[in-house]
C-alpha cells in the first residue's frame, strides 16, 4: 500500500517569467529543459567554486507558465536572493507559492489530478514528489516516516548531510543520482565539477551507515582504529549518513561516538574506478 506524508520542512519557490528556463539553466548542475508535466529534475546550484549550496526539485506547473523549485524551507529565502542576484536582464520573477510538499511511496499511489507530480527523479523506489495547495488530510505516513525511508535507500538530504560552500556533488552522489547532468553546458560551478569527475579526484562518499543503537550527532568523527576515517551526517534511531574515505568503505571495525557501525552500500552505488 502506498505511503502519503507532508513534508513540512520544504517549500516551494514559483520562477515566472519568459526567460526562467535560460536562466536557471545557467545556474544549476541538471538540464533545466527536460523539466516538463510529470517529469521533475533534481539539481543543485554551486558556488563559483563548484561546492555545494543548495539543491532541489523542479517541476513544471500545471499552467506551463512558471517553474516550481521544491526546496528546503530553511533555505528558501536565502536561495531566492542568491538566485536574483544573477537575474541582470533576464525576464523572470523569483517568489513564494505556498504549495505544500508531500511524498509517496510503496505500491498503488494514484496522483492526484491537477497538481505537480512527477516520480522522483533520483531512484524508482523513492516514490514520488507531489506539489498540492494546502497538506492532504489523508495522510499515512510523516515526515519520520519519508525521513526513514530515504535513510534506507542513501538519499542525501539538503543540509543535514551537505556543508554549504565544502562539499563536492560527487562526494554526495548527484552524479549516481541523476543530480547532474555532463551534456547541458555550462553552469555556475561547472568547471570543477567536470574536472573531479574526469580526474577521479573523489576521495571520499557520503553513504547509509547502521550501528546496533542510536547513532552519534553530525559532525561525530568516524574512526578505523586511530585514524579518522569520516565523519557523521544526518541520522535517525539506528540508522544514517556519514562521509567516508573511499578506502574506508568496507572496513569492518569503523566506529562513531565509541560504538561500533557500519557502511551499508546501496545497490545503485558504484565507486568510480579512478577512485
Avoid at 536572493?81 to 505544500?100: D, F, K
Avoid at 569527475?197 to 550527532?217: F, I, N, T
Wanted: aromatic share 8%; with cysteine; proline share 7%.
Amino acid at each position: 500500500m502506498a505511503r502519503i506524508a507532508h513534508l513540512p520542512d520544504r517549500a516551494v519557490l514559483g520562477i515566472s517569467g519568459t526567460d526562467r528556463v535560460s536562466f536557471l539553466q545557467g545556474l544549476v548542475s541538471n538540464d533545466m529543459t527536460a523539466v516538463a508535466p510529470g517529469h521533475a529534475v533534481w539539481t543543485a546550484f554551486l558556488s563559483a567554486q563548484g561546492k555545494w549550496l543548495a539543491d532541489f526539485f523542479v517541476f513544471a506547473d500545471p499552467e506551463g507558465v512558471r517553474l516550481l523549485v521544491d526546496c528546503d524551507r530553511a533555505q528558501a529565502d536565502i536561495l531566492r536572493q542568491r538566485l536574483s542576484r544573477y537575474r541582470l536582464r533576464a525576464q523572470v520573477e523569483i517568489g513564494e507559492t505556498g504549495y505544500a510538499v508531500h511524498a509517496a511511496w510503496g505500491d498503488g499511489f494514484t496522483p492526484p489530478a491537477g497538481y505537480p507530480t512527477a516520480p522522483d527523479p533520483r531512484l524508482p523506489q523513492a516514490g514520488w514528489r507531489v506539489l498540492l495547495g494546502h497538506p492532504a488530510p489523508d495522510v499515512t505516513a510523516d515526515d519520520v516516516d519519508y525521513d526513514r525511508h530515504r535513510l534506507a535507500l542513501g538519499l542525501p538530504d539538503g543540509v543535514r548531510d551537505c556543508e554549504s560552500g565544502k562539499t563536492l556533488l560527487l562526494e554526495a552522489n548527484f552524479d549516481q543520482l541523476n543530480g547532474i547532468s555532463w551534456t547541458k553546458g555550462c553552469y555556475m560551478g561547472q568547471e570543477l565539477t567536470a574536472r573531479t569527475r574526469y580526474r577521479g579526484l573523489v576521495r571520499r562518499h557520503l553513504l547509509p551507515v547502521m550501528a546496533g543503537r542510536e547513532l552519534p550527532p553530525p559532525g561525530t568523527p568516524v574512526m578505523s582504529g586511530d585514524a579518522t576515517v569520516g565523519e557523521m551526517r544526518s541520522s535517525r534511531d539506528s540508522a544514517g549518513m556519514a562521509m567516508i574515505r573511499n578506502e574506508h568503505i568496507h572496513d569492518t571495525g569503523l566506529m562513531a561516538g565509541g560504538h561500533a557501525l557500519h557502511v551499508k552500500v546501496p545497490e545503485w552505488f558504484t565507486l568510480p574506478d579512478k577512485a
